[in-house]
């Protein structure tokens, strides 16, 4: 079953710690890993995908295959990050695009 | 440009009456989804729409959600003889194609619509 796994509900760490949020996915294939971030009365928004394999707001998430995880990591956290993360799994079905397969999201503080 | 706009933002209904929630993909996306998040949830997928398509509807969770788009741009999810378990925030996404060719489309989301079935 194709399943994402977040499982902190809450992290909290003070303004210029490190953070780890972390993702674990269960898919037999080659999936594409997001993550995506929900900021206070915003919407829903892609913060990286895996395939970019870029750092987007000093935050970067590498896919490791062997461990079925995609970690979210920022080694030093702002106020301003403090938010809702959700992990998502996009299946790559051949020919067809597949929907996204979210956890249950990680709410992030971030302590001044 | 515009993104992704839902209407109504919210809705209250009382259990048993049908309602109706409006979703404008941006202009020229052809795959557009609807996903329904319960409280603490993260999204579930619903339904998925190729221009006006319904190419997946597997996620529905009861044949009292109907959703079209049948110009293939606008979209409805409607869902009749609201039920309390119905009460939850249904989001929508588009994104610009919608077949994979090794390449992957970024989905965008609108608010949603918050739904309380009282």
């Known amino acids: 079953a194709q399943r994402v796994t977040q499982p902190e509900k809450l992290l909290s760490v003070f303004k210029g710690a490190p953070v780890e949020l972390k993702c674990n996915y269960s898919?037999?294939?080659?999936?594409?890993l997001f993550w995506y971030v929900q900021y206070s009365r915003q919407r829903l928004q892609l913060l990286l995908r895996?395939?970019s394999r870029e750092s987007i707001k000093g935050f970067t998430a590498d896919l490791n295959k062997g461990e079925t995880s995609f970690h979210l990591k920022k080694p030093f956290a702002q106020e301003e990050d403090s938010a809702m993360y959700y992990c998502a799994l996009r299946a790559n079905y051949g020919g067809s695009q597949g929907n996204l397969i979210f956890g249950k999201g990680t709410k992030l503080s971030v302590k001044p | 440009g515009a993104g992704v706009s839902q209407s109504p933002r919210y809705k209250v209904a009382k259990r048993g009456q049908d309602v109706a929630l409006r979703c404008d993909p941006i202009?020229?996306?052809?795959?557009l989804f609807w996903y329904q998040q319960a409280l603490g949830q993260g999204p579930e997928f619903l339904t998925y729409?190729?221009?006006?398509?319904?190419?997946?509807k597997s996620g529905l969770p009861s044949d009292r959600f109907f959703a079209e788009r049948p110009e293939g741009s606008v979209s409805t999810l409607k869902i009749q003889r609201t039920q309390q378990e119905d009460s939850a925030v249904y989001l929508c996404?588009?994104?610009?194609?919608?077949?994979?060719?090794?390449?992957?489309?970024?989905?965008?989301f609108g608010p949603g619509t918050r739904l309380t079935v009282t």
């Open positions: 202009s020229g996306h052809v795959s």
């Open positions: 729409f190729q221009n006006e398509a319904q190419l997946d």
């Open positions: 996404a588009s994104s610009l194609f919608g077949r994979t060719s090794g390449t992957s489309y970024e989905q965008y």
């Open positions: 898919y037999s294939g080659s999936p594409e």
């Open positions: 895996h395939i």
